[in-house]
């Protein structure tokens, strides 16, 4: 069926006004890329601000066969947020809503918030969202829940995944679903009765495989963010749990996220960062598993290709150009709820691995400026 983009657009217009729709080539253009290689130049740009847009978007692509790509920040790196069709990208005002739970255990974000906007909501009740990729300050809830974001600090432990309570939802076919509420289960379940029976099956297919779930629980028990959250189907039985969880990771193509609660993870008070400069990789892979446990709450290691690829750019420490050849960094962080504990954990990673030779002593940094830097 070949498409009139022309017929498309001009339904578009006349249900969502003009300021909300274009199909100018600039402004095409201008949407044709994300942080990835690839350039697709939509056909059309909505900018939604409203549930009713995006059903009015969804209603009008479904009747002309039109695809339509979801996109909220744009800094996905595999291309997910760019498509031919319909580019439908969360408004300016729309999607923003903030509400956090009187006992502070969770918080209902709208698509558009911004990840470091709700962690200042939860700051002063010393929490913060889960997920924290390292785009946080730019990358929005709708975006970081379809990519099941994770960073250097919540790695599979407070994923969307992990922390999600529930979604509001809008189906292909225009259909709204509150994973957090009752009434709108009901009335779910008597829609789409035979979907969710179809997942509760496939649930229970999956379930009864012992090796089939055992492989997926395998490859989810390390980060795993390509494809759909499938190991939902062997962590639930419960068909909106499922759904909750498989919207994680589905990359806009399963429904549109309207907002998302997320149970609130503790945000540490106290934090102190150390690099840790080793002659050689080998080394720094050694002190690993030593440090592993409570006295570290994240690490990330630096080969030499990447020191040398960030030597001598700003704001890096001028020493990184005096290392010797081989060298290899580990980034270690450690926290705690209060200043004794943190010096009990960084005394216990220095002195863990004291044995191992390093290119200099080893000097954990309670300052923000500093462990910002790293
Ligand atoms: C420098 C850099 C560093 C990065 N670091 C990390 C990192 O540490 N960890 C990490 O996981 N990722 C990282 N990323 C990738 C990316 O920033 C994250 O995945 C981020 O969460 C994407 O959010 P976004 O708002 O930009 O979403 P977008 O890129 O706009 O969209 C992401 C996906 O979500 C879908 N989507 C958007 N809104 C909705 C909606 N309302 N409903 C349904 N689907 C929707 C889109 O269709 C797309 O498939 C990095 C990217 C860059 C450029």
Redesign the pocket.
Known sequence: MTINYQVVMDILTSQLGSDAVSNDPVRRFAWST??SYFRIVPEIVVHADTVEQVKITLNVARAHNVPV?????????SG??I?EGILLI?GHDG?RTIDISEDKSSIALG??VI?SDANAALKPFNKKIG?????LA???????????????CCGTAQNSYQTIKSAKLMLVDGTELDTGCPHSKAAFSQSHAMLLAALTDLAELTQNNPTLAARIRKKFSIKN?TGYSINSLVDFTDPFDIINHL?VG????L????EITYHTVEEAQFKASAMAVFFNMEDAASAIPLIKGDSVAAAELLDWASIKSVTGKTGMPEWLSELPEGAAILLIESRANDSQTLDSYTSDVIEKIAHIKTERPIEFSKDPAVFGQY
Do not use: K, W, Y
């Not at 730019?138 to 250097?152: C, H, K, L, P, Y």
């Open positions: 994300d942080a790509t979801f996109r909220a920040a744009g800094t996905s790196l997910q947020a498509g969360l999607f698509a558009a990840g997920p924290d990729p390292a785009t730019s990358a929005q809830i709708g975006g970081m829940v379809a990519n099941n974001a994770s960073g250097m963010t919207i589905s990359e806009g193509t429904a549109f996220v309207n």
